[in-house]
């Protein structure tokens, strides 16, 4: 049933988004103006036929339209503008602090420098802050589907950034790249004082999020959709108070689940555990943040407290220091009352 009380709640709860890629940002319109600008050559004819492409039938096939959506991007001013026109979106939405990822490898790989992209995608979270009043941290993801190796040297390649850089992440195709893979890396990353964070239970087995919690010591799980499969780890994330960063719109885009309904988000409110709700690509799944809330809230029937539990959970399960997320979290609280 439509509910205008309820969409107006979410519209002007004050929200964080922790899971978001930013290439996933990418408009159709964005990625014939950068292809363009930068004679890039793209095998479609409008942004109706890229749209029109965006049918995915799992995550492998997402990534390989995405990775090719990176090809635009070649400038420091390209990952000005795309961070730019998402915050000005995410700003819409009442977002008011984001922790975004960004996928050096995809851009490193094909010559583009690491500081092109970081100055780029900095700027924009600077002017963000400056004008948007909207507050940030950076993710540096490491490639899944490439070697721990790799994943090495683009964190030695990042050292010298390293005060402009928060987090480490890891995403990509996640069967057959369990996070094992890259205990090493995540540990030397720890070492140098970056938050943790993974890709854990989109598609791959819960045994990947205990991985991610025992072996890569991440502070939160991104999906966790699967974790619902086993009882033990479900008391270990209630008790442990992870958050997980789940992505609705995704979920049904990449076949994760079959529709909206079937989402975990009201399974893990009433199970305890900190669930958040975030766009992850929101170009290629067809909304952004108040998208996927209003679709859930919608299909799952959500109820006033529900939701103004996920906008807590989103500062709670942050990066944010205490006493910010404790002024976040008033500032919820007065938009619900
Ligand atoms: N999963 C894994 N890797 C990704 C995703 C995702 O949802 N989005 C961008 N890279
Ligand atoms: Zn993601």
């Known amino acids: 049933m439509p509910n205008p009380a309820r969409d107006a709640l979410i519209a002007r709860l004050p929200k964080a988004e922790l899971h978001l890629h930013i290439e996933g940002s990418l408009e159709p319109e964005m990625l014939f103006a950068f292809a363009a600008r930068n004679r890039v050559v793209i095998p479609f004819a409008s942004a109706d036929a890229v749209r029109a492409a965006y049918d995915f039938s799992n995550l492998q096939d997402f990534l390989d339209i995405y990775y090719q959506g990176m090809a635009v991007l070649l400038t420091e001013q390209d990952f000005y503008d795309l961070t730019w026109a998402y915050l000005e979106r995410a700003a819409a939405d009442n977002v008011r602090h984001v922790e975004i990822f960004f996928d050096p490898q995809g851009h490193t790989d094909r010559g583009v420098a690491f500081g092109t992209v970081l100055n780029g995608i900095e700027r924009a979270l600077l002017d963000g802050e400056a004008q948007l009043r909207i507050s940030y941290r950076l993710i540096m993801c490491f490639l899944r589907h490439l070697s721990e190796e790799r994943a ?39 070492e140098l004082g970056l938050h943790l964070t993974a890709h854990a239970g989109e598609e791959g087995p819960p045994e990947y999020v205990r991985e991610a919690l025992d072996l890569l010591r991440v502070e939160r799980i991104d999906h966790g959709n699967r974790a619902l499969e086993d009882p033990a780890l479900v008391t270990r994330l209630v008790d442990e108070e992870i958050t997980l960063t789940v992505c609705p719109l995704s979920n049904v885009r990449l076949c994760v689940i079959d529709d909206i309904a079937a989402s975990p988000v009201r399974m893990m409110l009433d199970l305890g555990i900190k669930v958040t709700i975030n766009a992850d ?21 959500l109820s006033a407290a529900q939701i103004v539990a996920l906008a807590e959970n989103s500062f709670a399960g942050s990066f944010l220091s205490d006493a910010d997320k404790a002024q976040h979290i008033a500032a919820v609280r007065e938009a619900a009352a």
């Open 152 to 190: 090495m040297a683009t964190l030695a390649e990042a050292t010298p950034y390293i005060g402009r850089i928060h987090g480490v992440g890891l995403d990509s195709s996640e069967i057959g790249h369990p996070p094992s893979k890259f205990a090493t890396v995540f540990a030397k990353a720890g």
């Open 281 to 301: 690509d929101p170009a290629y799944f067809g909304g952004y943040v108040n998208d996927n809330f209003r679709a859930v809230a919608h299909a799952l029937g």
